[in-house]
């Protein structure tokens, strides 16, 4: 399975299972329109922009182009790629009738496709048989949050606001979009050295 390098953006849960299964991929969902009233996710997006790049691959009809205008709206340009799916005639296998346009989106469509989208739109492929390099990005659970400090103690609340603001990111981010961030953007060594830096928040 080919590995993408950018982060890719879908709308919804059954875009991102289609995705995965053409591609090995950090893919994340908008949610729908959710991304418009979502700042968190919104953040997240921008840092994995400016980390990895994106390619925004949200279906062909009118909803799906509202949601791309808005991240072109708030993402430099330079670091998102747009991959498209042809607007196929028909409806997706879980739906008893077609969308409001009769037009097949992401989840629809096959894995060749999807996989020609996401080349078209210059995604960078790696080589999945590679070694996992040292500044590989992290893997953590919610386990691990709560091994390292950032969940389940009186202290964690804190701790994560420290590791937050190093981070430049809002303060009120949940331990599990904590996760999700780290996971997304961070290094082990990066990991390292904010917790470091966030110890002084242990000291009365």
């Not at 991102?16 to 991929?25: C, F, K, L, M, P």
């Not at 950090?26 to 953040?43: A, H, N, P, S, Y």
């Not at 991959?83 to 997706?92: S, T």
């Amino acid at each position: 399975m080919k590995r993408v390098r950018q982060a890719i953006v879908v709308e919804g849960k059954y875009d991102e299972i289609r995705v995965h299964s053409a591609v090995d991929a950090l893919v994340v969902q908008t949610e729908g329109f959710g991304i418009f009233r979502d700042k968190e996710r919104l953040e997240l997006l921008r840092r994995l922009a400016a980390q990895r790049g994106l390619i925004i691959l949200t279906d062909s009809d009118s909803a799906g182009m509202l949601i791309r205008n808005h991240l072109i709206g708030a993402i430099p340009a330079e670091q998102m790629r747009h991959a498209y799916v042809p607007p196929i005639k028909g409806k997706e296998r879980r739906k008893a009738t077609p969308g409001k346009e009769g037009i097949i989106g992401v989840e629809g469509v096959d894995n060749a496709l999807v996989i020609r989208a996401l080349e078209q739109a210059g995604a960078i492929f790696e080589d999945e048989d590679a070694a996992p390099a040292a500044t590989d990005f992290l893997c953590l659970t919610k386990g691990d949050l709560y091994a390292l400090g950032l969940s389940g103690h009186a202290n964690s609340a804190a701790r994560r606001r420290a590791l937050l603001t190093r981070l430049g990111l809002p303060q009120n981010l949940s331990a599990n979009r904590l996760l999700e961030v780290l996971n997304a953007t961070v290094t082990v060594q990066e990991l390292t050295r904010l917790l470091e830096e966030t110890k002084a928040v242990d000291t009365p």
